[in-house]
């Protein structure tokens, strides 16, 4: 039956959310946005800041009262009064600063992508679970009130058999972004594709067979991906990303019962419409489009799970954060798009 109101979203309750005293590796874009959530938004702790350029470090941390400033992050990790750290590298030193912060025995939220592919991302759980720490993919949409309520009519199945899932996310970049550099892991996949590739499994778990047509961008950086992927319950996942151009970034889930249209960036803070099959009943889910403000949610939560000596976040667990690797890395596979390192992995398979 249609409902008459949508889900509340659950989030956690402030009293169960410890203060933690967290540090940020790379003071890049993405971490201005999650410092001023952090300040602006929670009651956490912003103790230090490390990156490569010391002027840049500095700046960040003047910007944001950052009491502890580093040009080397082991450095920062040799720090005892530090519980956290926010990983904000580029794609491919997620791992590896990952690897470093959780064997100085720091809990570590680490921007999406986790890992290059499922491999690096199993080794960094392996290691979580070896330490007793948290390690969380920082995919800010599914702690969003927005997403938790999808999840709830997902779960209560107010669409009933979901068939076709329908998204894109392409954006307009200049060529000077790290997104067209092959040294830094480019290309959309693991920026804007794994929003895409994360929804589907989201709404109907791993897809079980998989077909990708890409397009190059030239010195060895894939600049379009198009996947078709077939999921167990037989939903259809129709994706598109590209680093080209600015694309509406919509996502439409179908099922029997009802259709879900998520104004694009469907990821980001922004309304939805339910609509009945018949009927025509419809649910709108309206909110400010306040995009980054919005990352509080993933800092409130991580902080909850650390507080309820949690290893692996209710929300995304690791398990959601492989399938979703799995996945983009058989999209890389049938595209031939290698990372630097994959590389000599792939020439002695060769
Ligand atoms: N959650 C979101 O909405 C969102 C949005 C955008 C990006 N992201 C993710 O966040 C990560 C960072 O993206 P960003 O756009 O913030 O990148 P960015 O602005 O280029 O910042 C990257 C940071 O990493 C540092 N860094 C360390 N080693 C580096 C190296 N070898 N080459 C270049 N930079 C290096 C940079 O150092 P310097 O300070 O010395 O330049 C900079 O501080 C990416 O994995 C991306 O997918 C998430």
């Known amino acids: ?13 402030e009293k169960a959310i410890p203060v933690l005293r967290w540090g940020i590796m790379g003071p890049g874009w993405i971490a201005e946005h999650f410092a001023r959530a952090l300040k602006e938004h929670t009651g956490q702790q912003l103790v230090a800041v490390a990156g490569r350029n010391r002027a840049k470090v500095q700046a960040f941390a003047e910007r944001w009262t950052i009491p502890a400033v580093f040009s080397c992050i082991d450095d920062m990790l040799l720090m005892n009064d530090l519980d956290a750290i926010y990983i904000a590298t580029p794609h491919n030193h997620h791992y590896p600063d990952g690897l470093k912060a959780l064997s100085a025995g720091k809990h570590v939220l680490i921007e999406k992508p986790l890992a290059l592919n499922v491999r690096e991302g199993e080794a960094l759980q392996t290691l979580a679970r070896q330490k007793g720490l948290l390690c969380m993919e920082g995919m800010w949409c599914d702690f969003t009130p927005k997403y938790d309520v999808l999840r709830q009519l997902i779960t209560d199945d107010v669409l009933g058999d979901i068939h076709t899932l329908i998204a894109d996310h392409g954006e307009f970049f200049t060529p000077d972004h790290r997104i067209f550099n092959a040294d830094l892991a480019g290309g959309p996949m693991l920026d804007l594709g794994s929003y895409l590739v994360s929804l ?6 791993a897809p079980v067979k998989i077909q990708s047509s ?11 991906a198009s996947m078709l992927f077939e999921h167990a319950s037989g939903m259809h996942s129709v994706l598109n990303t590209t680093l080209f ?8 889930i179908a099922g029997r019962n009802a259709t879900l249209v998520l104004a694009g960036q469907f990821y980001a803070p922004g309304g939805f419409v339910l609509t009945s099959s ?10 400010p489009s306040n995009r980054y403000t919005q990352l509080y949610h993933e800092i409130q939560h991580f902080s909850w799970c650390v507080g309820q000596g949690l290893k692996d976040s209710p929300v995304r667990p690791m398990s959601t954060v492989l399938m979703t690797l799995t996945a983009m890395d058989t999209v890389r596979e049938q595209l031939g798009i290698v990372f630097n390192e994959e590389q000599q992995s792939a020439d002695s398979k060769s």
């Open 1 to 13: 039956m249609f409902p008459s109101s949508l889900p509340v979203p659950r989030l956690p309750s």
């Open 200 to 205: 589907s499994v989201m709404v109907a778990g």
């Open 214 to 224: 890409g397009q190059s961008a030239g010195d060895n950086v894939n600049g379009q």
């Open 245 to 252: 151009s600015n694309t509406p970034g919509s996502a439409v």
């Open 278 to 287: 018949q009927g025509r009943q419809s649910l709108c889910w309206e909110e």
